[in-house]
């Protein structure tokens, strides 16, 4: 069985693709920190016929980047990856911290790089595979009070764009996903949104992924309150 790779699993969009993808008879790792977030979706998937294995994961730390796709690879042929863990702070510029700054380039940026970087060997050695990156509309154009997470998401977007054109005429392909806010916990220590409610569910936007997963690009707006 074909497996994918999901970071950020526990919650959220990771998540609801996590349920979707496991319907379609694919192994899912759920990866994340929070281990029991981890376990219950592992429960959800099990219960519903799925197949799948929740695997703690730093994407801070290189190092455990490495030894858990190494892991992985020696018990799963692995056929996909969602780029899925993402981390905002937002306000006015002027305000935000150093460690905000570091914090989010090394969740947004580098875990997507370096995890990128590690599964590929296994992609390129099966010759096939999906890349999905995660990157929100903040990776299509400025927005107030978010210039650092922007900045964030518009390396994700070079990044895959770039990897698009490096494997292009390939099986291994790379999805970018833009999408606006959703209602999820993500905002849930944060002030910036006032209403996360009137945002699509992670569930809906999912199913909006899944459905055009043939695309190199997928594009869902916010909707307008």
Request: charged share 25%; glycine share 8%; proline share 2%.
């Amino acid at each position: 069985m074909k497996a994918i790779i999901v970071t950020g699993a526990g919650t959220g969009l990771g998540k609801e693709l996590s349920l979707l993808l496991a319907k379609q008879d694919y192994h899912m790792i759920l990866t994340g920190r929070t281990e029991d977030k981890l376990a219950a979706v592992k429960e959800q998937i099990d219960q519903s016929g799925g197949s799948a294995t929740a695997l703690p994961l730093d994407l801070r730390n290189l190092e455990d980047i490495k030894e858990k796709a190494l892991l992985i690879s020696k018990t799963h042929e692995i056929y996909g990856l969602v780029n899925n863990a993402g981390l905002g702070y937002f306000g006015p510029f002027s305000e935000i911290t150093d460690t905000e700054m570091e914090e989010m380039f090394q969740t947004n940026v580098f875990g997507t790089i370096h995890m990128t970087k590690a599964v590929l060997p296994y992609l390129e050695q099966n010759r096939e595979g999906l890349v999905l990156n995660i990157v929100s509309t903040a990776g299509l154009r400025g927005k107030k009070n978010e210039a650092v997470y922007c900045s964030s998401k518009f390396a994700v977007r070079g990044f895959t764009e770039s990897l698009q054109k490096e494997y292009e005429g390939t099986e291994i392909r790379f999805v970018a996903a833009y999408m606006g806010g959703m209602d999820t916990p993500f905002w849930d220590d944060s002030e910036h949104v006032a209403d996360p409610t009137r945002f699509r569910s992670a569930a809906e936007v999912a199913g909006i992924i899944f459905d055009n997963l043939e695309k190199t690009e997928i594009v869902i707006e916010s909707k307008k309150s």
